[in-house]
């Protein structure tokens, strides 16, 4: 079975073809990032029009790398993420789906992520511990199988992404932040500053990274009174990323040894963090797994692969479903619904 994915939840257009047997054929990716870099974020209707505008290119442009005509099903994106990209993605889906008379699954977001390990050529066994980290997003979940999912903490203000991005901001890096926040760190002395370790000791396995935002603030604003901050602007990217990375690693190293799990998955686009992969897999002495870097961010290969998986699911197109919030723990196992 060949499944037609189609990723438009934000400011990312993937398109991919994946084949339950052979694996991924084709994959193609549109990133808006130069549209939304004038505006320090993303705009929604820009990001909805640019989806419009690059799909179907993008879907004859994989259709034809993979030498088909048509898929046996399509999945697409169908939250969380912004309403107006999704009903694109969504109506795309539906409307080939009608024209080719082949079925369409809507698939979350979060669970496209949580699965896209499964595109590499070793991929993770259930159960796992997954860490979900990205602009919108810093989770951890129990994986007992497909659709079994328990959340056992999320942050609580700021996600991990979202932290790097305004930490970038505060440095005075472009936009999007966190890749060149990471650079940069890579120039400077990650012991320099002391920051905070926000919420390490906790019992819980919540997040929070307002307060590390915050000291980064406080720092930066010592650093221009004094004049130093040019000469000091690696050393505290270099010292907030580790003190990121030291958190979201004892979390979930914490949360794997609660769960007597002993396999992490990490992935979100922090996950393409080099200090992260690194340390986590020297860190847990259990098996660490993340997609490709390329399948970090945002892409149709993950929604390809989750809508493979849930190929029980597929049913006729007849409905757009476009969700802004929505839950993982409701999903339920393909058996289940």
Not at 145 to 163: F, I, N, P, S
Not at 220 to 241: M, N, T, Y
Request: hydrophobic share 45%; net charge negative.
């Amino acid at each position: 079975m060949i499944v037609l994915g189609i990723e438009s939840s934000c400011d990312e257009t993937g398109v991919a073809l994946y084949d339950t047997e052979k694996g991924l054929l084709a994959e193609a990716l549109h990133s808006q990032v130069d549209l939304h870099a004038v505006y320090g974020g993303v705009v929604p209707e820009i990001a909805s029009r640019d989806h419009v505008r690059m799909l179907l290119p993008l879907i004859q442009q994989v259709m034809t790398e993979a030498g088909i005509d048509k898929p046996d099903a399509i999945a697409y994106t169908a939250g969380p993420g912004l309403v107006g990209a999704l009903m694109v993605g969504g109506g795309m889906a539906n409307g080939l789906g009608l024209s080719w008379g082949c079925p369409v699954i809507p698939v979350h977001h979060m669970e496209g992520h949580l699965l896209a390990p499964m595109l590499e050529d070793t991929p993770p066994e259930f159960p796992f511990l997954a860490l979900l980290v990205s602009g919108g997003h810093s989770m951890l979940i129990a994986v007992e199988t497909l659709g079994d999912y328990r959340v056992l903490g999320t942050t609580l203000d700021d996600a991990v992404g979202e932290a790097f991005d305004k930490t970038a901001k505060l440095l005075g890096l472009g936009y999007p932040g966190g890749p060149a926040l990471a650079a940069l760190a890579e120039d400077g002395d990650d012991s320099t500053f002391d920051l905070p370790r926000p919420m390490l000791n906790k019992p819980n396995f919540d997040f929070s990274f307002s307060g590390l935002k915050t000291a980064v603030m406080l720092e930066v604003r010592k650093a221009e009174a004094a004049g130093r901050l040019g000469e000091c602007r690696a050393d505290l990217a270099a010292s907030f990323q580790r003190a990121a990375v030291d958190t979201l690693i004892g979390k979930s190293i914490k949360a794997a040894r609660a769960e007597g799990l002993n396999r992490i998955v990490v992935a979100g686009g922090v996950g393409a963090n080099r200090l992260l992969r690194k340390e986590m897999a020297e860190r847990f002495d259990g098996e660490v797994y993340y997609p490709r870097l390329a399948f970090c961010t945002d892409n149709g290969a993950m929604i390809a692969v989750a809508g493979a998986m849930r190929l029980a699911e597929a049913d006729a197109a007849n409905e757009i479903k476009a969700q802004a919030r929505w839950s993982l723990e409701t999903l339920g196992t393909p058996e289940r619904v």
